[in-house]
């Protein structure tokens, strides 16, 4: 048999033998005969025993439907403590227990809606309560309480009866109501205090619950501040109707818990809805403008995992963690690693229930926006490679511009100088010299070439535009604007790549602007063109944009380079 299915017969029963002691004792009962008084004792347990076994199905990890379970279960065996009884044991039990009810219901308020105690005051507090009930106002007592030996001959048998000692029961009951009036007046106050230090949404999440608790333990105060000069819990008419308060207190506290869940339930619809509703192909970030309007905070933030430590936003975007300003950063995830964490204000999501539902509700949207997240992760990691390549290429290129200037060009100059001092010095013929000195300028003029095709050292040294007219110099350019102000190396050299490509191919015009945040080249060359070869995947690795279009025997070129690459 399931566990919960042997609670819920096990709270029947508690109940209709509860009530059948009620009846059977009415003289030493707060229920009695009367309709109104079992109504408010079945009542009562039974909204807590439903409520708590509900809580239980539905969150089976979080203790605080099995607390509900036993709050009920305290408040009906508060009837079992009338020595007219027919069993020592039932008797004996409720002399121990008839008082707990308080310090579950105090237990139940400091552990919403996690099911757990979260701090060392409210560990405290209940610790406290559980003593007071059953070890002071209850056990204390009880061991010299002896009704048979002070003369009821109908009474039941206290089996935990040590010495019948009329003084000390009375000393004892008396520690036990002061007790017990301290612990209550205490417990209100850390109630109180829990939700007023608790956030915007901890309030709402809290509120009833901690209002309904706190009204059920203030009638218990003013039971036991009416019990303070007799010494003891009696069964006055005053008592009567604190009782009835208290029934009453403790149906609207099982209310409270049960809206909890409902209103979970509403949410985790909602954000199945929503969900649902988000089209596979929206653009990135429509589950955190979704969610962000459901939990009621438009700067809400969803952070997706992307390895190395690193998250990033449905577009890739980073997100630094943890957050800063006084934001707060929750974590969800399936059973495995973290698929999400959300940046939202501080408190909002202090109830693990809404994590736990949020979690689940979300799942496959959560898990398609980090998919897509990673993915243009990847895609930005292989860019800034590319980029990374095409900058170690031309730093590789200026190493060798540098190496062939100042170490082979100066030798062969160094060897031209000595062929002419050699020629002034020699008598006689020198044409052999001259064409071997002929020959030496050649190969002087043609490393240079080479080395300026590697990278020219003006395109370094002074930009673009600078180098574009030098080009011009040695080849069949016109250059008819371009601008002196700086960009990004790789950029520039990018741009002279492609304008010394096309003007090696015919007669050819360039104009270069910067616009916006990028460089436009416009290139026109009296030739025919299929493409530009490796400089195309230049361009590409850049995110630039190559356009190659011709018609009769001129091709145009447009080039569109981010400036801020790399």
């Known amino acids: 048999m399931p566990v919960r299915l042997m609670v819920c017969v096990a709270g029947l029963v ?23 008084g079992a109504a408010a004792l079945l009542g009562a347990g039974w909204a807590l025993v439903g409520c708590g076994l509900l809580h239980w199905s539905k969150r089976p990890g979080n203790h605080l439907g099995l607390l509900l379970v036993c709050t009920g279960g305290a408040w009906l065996l508060a009837e079992w403590d009338s020595p007219a009884v027919a ?12 008082a707990a009810c308080p310090a579950f219901v105090a237990h139940v308020a400091l552990a919403y809606p996690a099911g757990g105690l979260s701090s060392w005051l409210d560990r405290v507090v209940v610790v406290a309560g559980y003593v007071t009930a059953v070890g002071l106002v209850g056990l204390a007592p009880a061991l010299f309480y002896g009704p048979v030996a002070q003369g009821c001959s109908g009474c039941t048998e206290n089996l935990w009866l040590v010495s019948d000692r009329p003084d000390l029961l009375t000393r004892f009951n008396r520690i036990g109501v002061q007790a017990g009036l301290a612990w209550s ?3 209100i106050f850390t109630v109180a205090w829990r939700l007023a230090r608790s956030s915007l949404a901890g309030r709402r999440v809290r509120g009833w619950v901690s209002l309904t608790a706190s009204a059920y333990l203030a009638a218990v105060v003013a039971s036991y501040a009416s019990s303070l000069e007799r010494g003891f819990l009696g069964s006055t008419e005053l008592d009567q109707t604190l009782w009835l308060a208290q029934a009453t207190a403790l149906v609207a506290l099982a209310g409270a818990v049960a809206w909890g869940l409902l209103r979970a339930r509403r949410t985790q619809r909602s954000l199945a809805r929503i969900v649902v509703d988000l089209d596979r192909a929206a653009p990135p970030g ?13 700067t809400l933030e969803v952070a997706y995992p992307v390895g190395d430590g690193r998250h990033v936003d449905a577009t890739a975007q980073p997100v630094a963690l943890p957050p800063s300003n006084g934001r707060a950063a ?3 995830r399936f059973g495995g690693p973290d698929v999400a964490v959300l940046v939202h204000r501080a408190g ?3 109830n693990p229930d809404v994590v736990e539902e949020l979690a689940s509700a979300a799942r496959l949207g959560l898990e398609n926006e980090r998919l897509q997240a990673e993915a243009l992760v990847q895609l930005a990691d292989l860019r800034a490679s590319g980029v990374r390549i095409v900058e170690a290429g031309d730093e590789e290129r200026r190493r060798l511009e540098r190496d062939l200037h100042d170490g082979a060009q100066q030798r062969l100059v160094g060897l031209s100088l000595a062929l002419r001092l050699l020629r002034s010095r020699q008598q006689g013929d020198h044409d052999a010299l001259m064409a071997a000195e002929a020959e030496l300028r050649g190969a002087i003029t043609d490393l240079r070439a080479l080395a300026r095709g590697i990278y020219p050292v003006v395109l ?3 930009g673009l535009a600078a180098a574009l007219g030098a080009l011009s110099e ?3 350019l016109r250059v008819i604007d371009a601008p002196s102000q700086r960009f990004p190396d790789v950029v520039e050299t990018t741009a002279y790549q492609v304008v010394a490509t096309v003007a090696a191919a015919g007669p050819a015009t360039v104009t270069v602007a910067g616009i916006d945040d990028s460089l436009v080249v416009h290139v026109e060359v009296q030739a025919e063109l299929a493409g530009l070869g490796d400089v195309e995947d230049r361009v590409g690795a850049l995110e630039g944009r190559l356009v190659v279009a011709g018609s009769d025997d001129t091709t145009c070129i447009d080039l569109v380079l981010p400036a801020v690459a790399g």
């Open 87 to 98: 069993s020592s044991l039932v008797f004996s039990v409720g002399l121990v227990t008839y």
């Open 14 to 36: 508690l109940s209709a033998y509860s009530l059948a002691v009620a009846h059977e004792a009415a003289g030493f009962s707060f229920a009695g005969t009367s309709p109104g």
């Open 460 to 462: 370094r040294d002074e």
């Open 286 to 298: 429509r589950l955190r403008d979704a969610l962000a309007g459901l939990l009621g905070d438009p």
């Open 348 to 350: 909002l999501l202090d």
């Open 185 to 187: 007046a205490v417990a």
């Open 474 to 476: 040695t080849s069949q």
């Open 330 to 332: 929750t974590t969800l």
